[in-house]
């Protein structure tokens, strides 16, 4: 394995590590004071920073180079060091228009759309004009397993009928959110569970589409995005909205959710380095029974545990991305649930630690801490709970052990 990064790879780092610093940490208390004002809109400031990004050509630098005339040029393993200074900032990565869910929604608009689905809803969303949001979780049923999904999509003639209820929809609170992508069943009796479920496109502002309430993550709202509460009641959208056709919902979730997950983890190292540099800081400045933080054995640990913990999540996603890049994203499966087990908890410890050595500054709103703890805890849940990948991992390592 060689993680040495190329000349082109080292000036996007350089680039967009220059771009963090001279536009988006110096406006992080404006970014929430704009977003306090008016919650579920796009708040200027981060208009100006995507014009500001897009004409730099720091723009959808996420997609795979499988994408073609789509893509950025970028494989998955030039991508990782630029997602993790992105994510170092909650919402630095829509700027770069990097950010979840749109990202995922983009992937499979370009790999399984149709042509008219791509220029009614890629276009826009890779030029970052509108957003969206994939709904598949459901209030009444344990929805990490798909199977279980219950919205019903019924053919009438010419169009679906949609009926159900969806939970914490990242982004289908915001004003310019346009187009979900909705995954329930068309075919709920067939025996075959796994061809029962069907995504649809649903634009927001259908009929019968009711967003009932943003759901809150550990008292964040998470606006501008936010993660929606959302009814169908007899919304109807044409045949012709459908991915790639019936019973096809199943294998496009599987496909959506390589890519997605390991964007994740990258992020997540991100916000557990900005932690440990604010740790180091504070350690250093801290003077607590009449010295630094720094001379104390315990703080030393912490900081050496932390960047342990960070290096190892690094490799196993450099490493993930690799095998993704030369093998596949299906021969890749096991490293990614790996790392996606793995990278949420390493963040979730270090940013621990470094909120203890900030004290009640690190729970309060001065410091990024205490949203990234959040952020990272529904990490442990949001694209599969890690429950549900250790069960996975643990069933196919077996088997490729014992047949
Ligand atoms: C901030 C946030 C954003 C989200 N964004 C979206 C979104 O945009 N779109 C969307 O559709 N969904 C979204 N989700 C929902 C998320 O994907 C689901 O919460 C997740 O898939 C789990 O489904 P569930 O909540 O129904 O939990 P359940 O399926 O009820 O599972 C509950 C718990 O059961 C346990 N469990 C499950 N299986 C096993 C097992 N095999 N062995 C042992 N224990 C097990 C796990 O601990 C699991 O957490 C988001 C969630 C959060 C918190």
């Known amino acids: 394995m060689n993680f040495e990064y190329s000349d082109k790879v080292k000036d996007l780092i350089a680039r967009v ?29 981060m208009e100006d920073l995507k014009a500001k990004a897009k004409a730099q050509g720091l723009w959808n630098l996420f997609l795979p180079l499988s994408y073609g005339k789509y893509s950025a040029g970028l494989t998955n393993l030039e991508y990782a060091p630029l997602a993790e200074i992105m994510g170092k900032v909650l919402w630095a990565p829509e700027v770069f228009n990097c950010a979840a869910p749109d990202t995922g929604n983009m ?19 890779l030029e970052g004009n509108i957003r969206s949001a994939f709904a598949m ?10 199977t279980n999904i219950e919205l019903s999509i019924v053919r009438d003639g010419d ?7 969806k939970f914490y929809i990242s982004g289908a609170c915001r004003k310019q959110c346009e187009i979900m992508i909705v995954m329930g069943k068309t075919d709920p009796e067939n025996s075959n569970r796994y061809i029962q479920q069907s995504q649809v496109l649903v634009p927001m502002k259908t009929p019968g589409v009711t967003v009932v309430r943003p759901m809150k993550v550990f008292g964040y709202d998470d606006a501008p995005e936010g993660h929606a509460e959302v009814v169908f009641d007899n ?34 190292i ?3 380095q900005r932690a440990l540099d604010l740790m180091c800081k504070r350690v250093s400045e801290r003077i607590v029974f009449g010295q630094p933080m720094i001379k104390q054995q315990s703080i030393r640990e912490d900081i050496a545990k932390s960047a342990c913990q960070i290096e190892q999540a690094r490799l196993m ?55 990234a703890w959040a952020a990272q805890r529904s990490l442990r849940l949001a694209d599969g709970p890690d429950q549900v990948h250790m069960m996975q991992l643990g069933r196919d390592l077996v088997k490729k052990v014992a047949g």
């Open 270 to 272: 991100g916000a557990a």
């Open 107 to 125: 992937e499979v608009l370009a790999k399984y759309g149709n042509e008219t689905q791509k220029k009614q809803w890629l276009e826009p969303l």
């Open 235 to 268: 919304v109807r959208v044409p045949v012709d909205n459908i991915i790639m056709g019936e019973g096809k919902g199943f294998e496009i979730a599987q496909g959506r959710l390589g890519p997605g997950r390991i964007h994740h983890c990258m992020r997540s």
């Open 317 to 371: 996603t450099l490493k993930a991305a690799q095998k993704m890049d030369t093998e596949g994203n299906k021969a890749a499966k096991d490293l990614i649930a790996m790392i996606k087990i793995v990278a949420p908890s390493m963040a979730l410890d270090v940013i621990d630690r470094a909120i203890q050595c900030h004290g009640a500054a690190g729970v309060g709103q001065d410091t990024f801490l205490a949203h």
């Open 159 to 165: 169009e679906y009928v949609i009926n159900g209820r």
């Open 137 to 146: 979780t459901e209030p009444d049923v344990a929805s990490s397993d798909a």
């Open 17 to 45: 590590t220059e771009f963090m610093d001279l536009y988006v940490y110096p406006v992080e208390a404006e970014m929430h004071k704009q977003v306090e004002l008016d919650p579920w809109s796009t708040p200027p400031l």
